[in-house]
């Protein structure tokens, strides 16, 4: 939750520290990592969702209602503006083996099917990847993703559907599932 208080004379927000919290971190870097963003920019990525949400502050607008979404949001805007401006040079699935803890056990089945899927979502078009991360890693209802990406529920779960049903159809195809 953002965090601050009121002064007299200082504008409405003064920031006392951190406007994210640990686990709002852990949730943007996710964002981001599965958004296709290379492990060296998630640092990188994380200041500009602390920079834009201290700027929202700052300029006198309220913070959002839900700051853990609106900044998986602002991380998977900022994931698509990463592609916009770059060709990925690693896979998904390697930046999505590198986000397991070293220590977690994980069978042979679980790693095909993770990479299978990573594959999968590295194939989508932009806007439909964006919802399924959104929804699917960040634990985003479809009400608070059409808020926050100001499109129309019906937008987000026909983006959904047609998402899964790729995935699956590739998943299917390549004898993963």
């Known amino acids: 939750m953002l965090r601050g208080r009121t002064r007299r004379g200082r504008g409405p927000y003064v920031a006392d520290d951190d406007p994210l919290d640990a686990a709002q971190e852990r949730r943007v870097r996710a964002v981001l990592a599965l ?3 290379p492990q060296a920019d998630l640092p990188d990525g994380v200041q500009q969702v602390r920079l834009r949400l201290l700027e929202r ?3 006198g607008r309220e913070a959002p209602r839900d700051v ?3 900044a998986a949001v602002v991380a998977s805007n900022l994931a698509m503006d990463w592609h916009r401006a770059k060709r990925r040079q690693e896979r998904l699935g390697e930046r999505l083996a590198a986000l397991r803890p070293a220590e977690a056990p994980s069978g042979e089945e679980s790693s095909v099917l993770s990479l299978a899927v990573a594959r999968g979502l590295d194939r989508l078009p932009d806007a439909q990847r964006q919802v399924v991360v959104l929804r699917f890693y960040a634990d985003l209802p479809v009400r ?3 808020e926050q990406l100001g499109v129309p529920e019906g937008t987000v779960k026909s983006r959904l559907h047609s998402a899964v049903r790729t995935l699956r159809a590739r998943l299917h195809e390549d004898e993963v599932v």
């Open 35 to 37: 958004g296709g963003v």
């Open 68 to 70: 853990s979404a609106w």
């Open 57 to 59: 502050a700052a300029s």
């Open 144 to 146: 608070s993703i059409a």
